[in-house]
């Protein structure tokens, strides 16, 4: 399950090596990962912004609080129920690496194989959230087993599906959750997003309609700003809207289309844009 863990040999160094070797011990470690650096954060990451990053007090505390064997046994769980709701599917293949708080999971392709590449320095995979951060991303790993997809400068429409699926997979998960938690729109307030008053879900849920017709009009656009507004931290209509509401349109579309077409057969499916857009338009109905 565990393909690659560069976290624990960290975590070590913070606890056995003198203060002034840290910095160069914890460079030889990072000094293979050149490509998983590239690809995890990007072309513009260096390995000094990485070692810069570990050697602050913050990202100690957060890895002093790293145990493997919990991950370990989360992701085993999260398998296991990911087998009860979905049949026989491919076990995940889990690599551990900095995020420095621009990342905290995401599907990355190694030899041109797909691996969930999660950072365990995020501080916030406590509770609830590491165990839908795993389903989450097991879930975009499936599909990049099964229908070969690549998450790479996705347009708008390709990634409603794939958020889609990736929440309506974690709510049959874990169905005893909020939808809020599902969301994970606590970690909306932690960027300076909060939600609006009422939350995440109530928010999208009134506003669905115009998200649906706004979405419409951007579905097969790669922009910075549509995917932003959609899917990261711009505010879809302005200071009092919510972020993120890709994810919540997403999940309602899924649960229409999965009437019709059984989840593991979706699973197996890349929708083009105008499957997506008569999916949203008969939403709009």
């Known amino acids: ?113 797909p691996v969930i590449s999660l950072s365990p320095d995020f501080g916030y995979f406590g509770g609830d959230n590491l165990t839908l951060a795993l389903a989450h991303e097991y879930t975009h790993y499936l599909r990049a087993r099964i229908a070969g997809v690549r998450f790479e400068k996705m347009p708008v429409y390709r990634h409603l599906v794939e958020e889609g699926l990736a929440v309506y997979v974690s709510t049959l998960v874990m169905p005893d959750v909020p939808l809020s938690t599902i969301f994970m729109s606590n970690l909306h307030s932690v960027i300076g997003r909060p939600d609006p008053k009422g939350g995440y879900v109530r928010w999208c849920w009134m506003n669905m309609p115009r998200l649906t017709a706004d979405a419409l009009k951007v579905l097969k656009s790669r922009e910075h700003k549509p995917v932003g507004r959609f899917f990261e931290g711009m505010r879809v209509f302005g200071e009092h809207s919510s972020i993120r509401t890709g994810y919540y349109i997403g999940l309602r579309m899924i649960e229409q289309v999965v009437e019709e077409i059984p989840l593991r057969k979706l699973l197996a499916q890349k929708p083009t844009a105008k499957q997506v857009q008569g999916w949203l338009e008969k939403m709009s109905t």
């Open 1 to 113: 399950m565990i393909v690659a863990d560069y976290i624990t040999p960290i975590k070590k160094i913070y606890k056995s090596s003198r203060a002034d070797r840290r910095r160069q011990e914890i460079a030889e470690i990072l000094s293979d990962s050149k490509t998983i650096l590239r690809k995890h954060l990007g072309k513009n990451a260096t390995l000094d912004e990485v070692v810069d990053f570990l050697m602050l007090p913050g990202t100690v505390r957060r890895l002093a609080n790293f145990n493997l064997k919990h991950w370990m046994k989360t992701g085993h769980r999260i398998s296991r129920d990911l087998k009860n709701v979905l049949g026989q599917v491919p076990e995940p293949s889990i690599l551990l690496y900095p995020g420095m708080q621009r990342v905290n999971g995401k599907i990355i392709h190694l030899d041109n194989k």
